[in-house]
């Protein structure tokens, strides 16, 4: 096989057989092809598109590039989530023990952020204690015994991915349906997931702003999921304003346990209610959708997700009592108001404004290097549909300094009041499965 002739059999839209895809991406993997010829690939690919056999076996071969890990030794099956990626997203905090408390296992192996806020593993951390690096051996164990565990990033998983992103960074190839599909699927799955739940954001801080891209992506997703044999269902969900209230990680770990509780935003339950649904029904731990989410709304109602999140924390050698004391979670030093200008109804809070604002306070990373303070962070007071009167407070700003004046400038300029009424957004757009 030569690679110059499967880029021009991409070129004039021809489909791509499994072993040439697999010739592709091992010979990519170990360094055999050439940047410049996958870069001309990936271009082929931006214009003629895929398959969905191809998709499918692109997204095997990415998956077989590396290490996979082996989550046989838990019994039950094992339903991952993921989300495309919002700002404030305290989903998987909240989903994570409250699936895990009506018997869903929940082996998660996660990552710190970058940008915006941290990730799930900075999150968890502002618990004192809290630790990820576990052998695998107890994480097996404690997900066996309480039916969830996170364990921080090990492995070569999917090199290929890693190679392919980075190189569609630097070739304005990254913006295409195939090439996103089969990257998010081949890491889930090379994860250990039996079965994936989809959280596709569309909105202005998406990465997917518009609708219509948003379903594309998502029906893609399903299509390789199903084909290469792990049921996968999306929800399409709103990012035109962050998720909740909180943005900033400490203060997510409290929205989150404000939540577990049943006190805490609506947009926010509602949303883990919907993806919780798909994860217990997926998990074949309810006969249906209305079925799983009872069982979720029981197991808020009579605490025990709550006492799922306390074993969870405790069980990683975090301090377990900060389910009942959130005041043992890092405090900032000020607490500032962001009042209102004028009056109005709040129209627009750009996400992923807000969430660059939250990053310069210190919550989210600039780059990699940086430090985060995971005391500090936004709480948005209104929301998208809210009428504010001239004073009102938006935001209650957490900062260990006094002088934020940029981060107020970044707020005003993300929360755009109009003077007439606006609708709040829907939260859940289209719910796609097979
Ligand atoms: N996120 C991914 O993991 N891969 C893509 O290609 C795009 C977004
Ligand atoms: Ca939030």
Redesign the pocket.
Known sequence: MRMVDLIQKKRDGLELSKEEIQYIINGYTNDEIPDYQVSAFTMAVFFKDMTDRERADLTMAMVESGDTIDLSGIEGIKVDKHSTGGVGDTTTLVLGPLVASVGVPVAKMSGRGLGHTGGTIDKLEAVEGFHVEIENDEFIRLVNENKIAVIGQSGNLTPADKKL?SL?DVTAT?NSIP??AS??MS?KIAAGADAIVLDVKTGAGA?MKDLDDAKELAGAMVSIGNAVGRKTMAVISDMSQPLGYAIGNALEVKEAIDTLRGEGPEDLLDLCLELGSYMVYLAEKASSLEKAREMLQEAIESGKALDAFKVFLSAQGGDGSVVDHPEKLPQAKFKIELEAKEEGYVSEIVADAVGTAAMWLGAGRETKESVIDLAVGLMLNKKIGDKVEKGDSLVTIYSNQENIESVKEKLYESIKLSFEEVKAPKLIHATISK
């Open positions: 992103y569609r990254v090439l996103i990257s998010i890491k990465f």
